[in-house]
């Protein structure tokens, strides 16, 4: 089973500011199976990035996904109020699994 | 309009099964690279995947809970059950529902739709 770790476990920054989240695999992972999600306090995970660098939907260009192999960085380029937010990383080789999850506070 | 419901019982006892329905419109789980699948998430903790349901009746477990999960589906329903057996506290989460869709540009499935999800809390 890949693990996926992300890192750090909270950013705090402030509004405007460049946020930079990592997700490292236990081994290498297929770009197109690796996928971003956001999650708001008391709400359902959403679709953010998919196949490591396509928005999905209606998702602002300011939300970037790069990387390959065992590294991918999910970069929010000027943080928004909406923004703050728990984000995961999700691979699936022949079974999905998701990262421990990256919490971006208001600092 | 997709959505996906999950239903099921708000409190169940250790040792007990837990049995867990999603109920979804605007999809089919008859179309090929459509599938169904649970994922769980205990208070203020991270998403787990659980199961996974294709359109052609493959079925993928957690490897580490396949022992005690079954999931089933019935079309003409429009309906994904998932069975968990041997309930323990710490199985106490909110348990949700998702497509699970593949996108052709990344040749790849992904999680697109998700339910409001159920919390289920373990309790003698």
């Known amino acids: 089973e890949i693990v996926l770790t992300q890192s750090p476990g909270t950013l705090s920054l402030s509004p405007g500011e460049r946020a930079t989240l990592s997700c490292r695999a236990s081994?290498?992972?297929?770009?197109?199976?690796l996928t971003w999600y956001q999650q708001k306090p008391g709400q359902t995970p959403r679709l953010l990035i998919y196949?490591?660098?396509s928005r999905a939907t209606g998702i602002p260009d300011r939300f970037i996904g790069s990387g390959s192999g065992t590294e991918f960085t999910l970069t929010i380029s000027r943080l928004e109020p909406e923004d703050f937010a728990v984000y995961y990383c999700?691979?699936?080789?022949?079974?999905?699994?998701f990262g421990g999850g990256t919490k971006v506070e208001i600092k | 309009q997709i959505t996906l419901k999950e239903s099921g019982p708000a409190l169940v006892k250790p040792t007990q099964t837990l049995t867990l329905t999603c109920t979804f419109s605007?999809?089919?789980?008859?179309?090929?690279?459509?599938?169904v699948g649970w994922i769980r998430q205990p208070p203020g903790k991270a998403l787990e995947w659980l199961a996974l349901?294709?359109?052609?009746?493959?079925?993928r477990y957690s490897p580490s809970l396949k022992s005690r999960l079954t999931i089933t589906k019935d079309t003409t329903k429009n309906q994904v059950v998932l069975t968990m057996t041997n309930m323990d506290l710490v199985d106490t989460a909110t348990y949700y529902c998702?497509?699970?869709?593949?996108?052709?540009?990344?040749?790849?499935?992904?999680?697109?739709?998700w339910g409001q999800g159920t919390l289920v809390s373990v309790s003698s």
């Open positions: 605007g999809f089919s789980l008859s179309t090929t690279s459509v599938g």
């Open positions: 998702a497509r699970w869709t593949y996108f052709s540009d990344s040749g790849a499935y992904h999680f697109d739709y």
């Open positions: 196949g490591a660098s």
């Open positions: 999700q691979q699936y080789a022949t079974s999905p699994t």
């Open positions: 081994q290498s992972v297929y770009s197109s199976y």
């Open positions: 349901i294709y359109w052609d009746d493959d079925k």
